[in-house]
């Protein structure tokens, strides 16, 4: 296993996690209007739809790299233009920031887990992420594409779940935080645009070309 790959989708997931997106903007809402308990049971939805994206991709990344290689460049490009997207959403000025929540009526343990799932299986990020990006930092000369796979999706996972756990437990006192001072929220909009956007750039140039191996 190439360890660069694991830092490179450690570095990926991270900029995208702070990236205001539907799994933020639900977990922060949840936690202001309902408690840190709330944001809990939602950030648990959140991972199991992470989880279920990862076992998809990874039972038939093996077969879209056999069958179909010409779809593996499409979906490359896709995921480059809308990194971009995200990027110049990130970046451009007069963004609304995630912190500004509104009132929310309070949900049962079930529909906090429900919604998190759902939140996130609807989530193009996510998708975005597993079926275009996570193929880029596997060696498939190394063998074992699907094992590969499951570790670069646990680095993935595992660096979303404690940014996401994180904002859970300090969305209130964040959302105070932030609200006085702009300064902050512009700081945060521009490093995680450019490391968006610079990793975008680099996904749509890059000119390797797959190179099936047996998982």
Same mark, same amino acid.
């Given at each position: ?26 977990? =922060?809402?949840?936690?202001?209007? @309902? ?97 275009? &990006? &996570?193929? @880029? ?10 094992? @590969? ?9 595992? =660096?979303?779940?404690? =940014? ?52």
């Amino acid at each position: 296993m190439n360890y660069g790959g694991l830092g490179g989708i450690a570095v990926v997931a991270l900029a995208m996690v702070l990236t205001p997106g539907p799994n933020m903007v639900y977990l =922060v809402s949840r936690s202001i209007a @309902q408690g840190r308990r709330a944001g809990l049971f939602s950030l648990t939805g959140v991972v199991v739809g992470f989880l279920a994206y990862l076992t998809a991709t990874c039972l038939g990344l093996t077969a879209v790299f056999a069958l179909v290689p010409a779809a593996y460049t499409a979906i490359k490009l896709a995921g480059a233009g809308y990194l971009l997207y995200l990027a110049w959403k990130t970046l451009r000025p007069g963004g609304v920031s995630v912190f500004e929540a509104g009132e929310l009526k309070p949900d049962s343990t079930l529909r906090l887990f429900t919604m998190g799932l759902v939140t996130n299986l609807l989530n193009p990020k996510a998708a975005v992420l597993y079926l275009s &990006l &996570l193929p @880029q930092f596997i060696d498939p000369a190394a063998g074992h594409v699907m094992m @590969q796979s499951f570790m670069l999706g646990t680095v993935q996972i595992t =660096v979303s779940m404690a =940014v996401n756990l994180l904002i859970v437990l300090t969305a209130g006192s964040l959302a105070a935080f932030l609200k006085d001072r702009p300064t902050w929220l512009r700081f945060q909009r521009y490093v995680t645009g450019t490391l968006l956007g610079a990793f975008a750039v680099k996904l749509a140039t890059d000119r390797s070309r797959v190179v099936v191996a047996t998982p």
